[in-house]
């Protein structure tokens, strides 16, 4: 008997990966991913539009609480390592920085293959960009022509006013 269990429903091992939570994740995102996940499967087992919208306003909610509780957690952070500089510039590092370092570029085996993609791209671009311009200064530009093309002639800026304390104190605050 178990060699025909065995022979046709084998044992299947999986690894499971324990990892802990979040310092942000808490109990109250718990229950509202829950209540998300429930007016979600009512939402697509009836098709109405009153319970997308309850799933709609259930999911936006978890959001606001997942974001209000990454904010108390990095500010808790911040103001538990006020001394410490060290900490600090990892923390605000953390944040600028969102993805490590070296993810970013192409991998080549070697050294010189990459160069010389980059080298190709570059004179390609000005290549293109020359030869634009030099499209660009053939045509004769007049009234009619910017007309006909449905182009605007472009402004120029003259004047270039300074930035009062003001406006600069609500651009930094606003970011």
Partial sequence: MSTIVIKHAPLVKRNIVLRPNARWYNDDIREAKK???????????????????????????????????????????????????????????????HSKPGKNLPSLKSKENLTDMFAKLFTNKIENLRKELDEINLRPMDDQNCHKNNTKAVPTLDFFPPASHREINTSLNSS
């Fill in 35 to 97: 209540r998300q996940r429930t007016a979600e499967k009512n939402w697509r087992k009836t098709g109405l539009e009153i319970h997308r919208q309850l799933f709609t306003e259930a999911r936006n909610h978890t959001n606001r609480l997942i974001i209000k509780s990454k904010e108390d957690n990095i500010k808790s952070k911040i103001s538990e390592n006020k001394k410490n500089s060290r900490e600090l510039y990892r923390i605000v590092d953390g944040l600028v920085r």
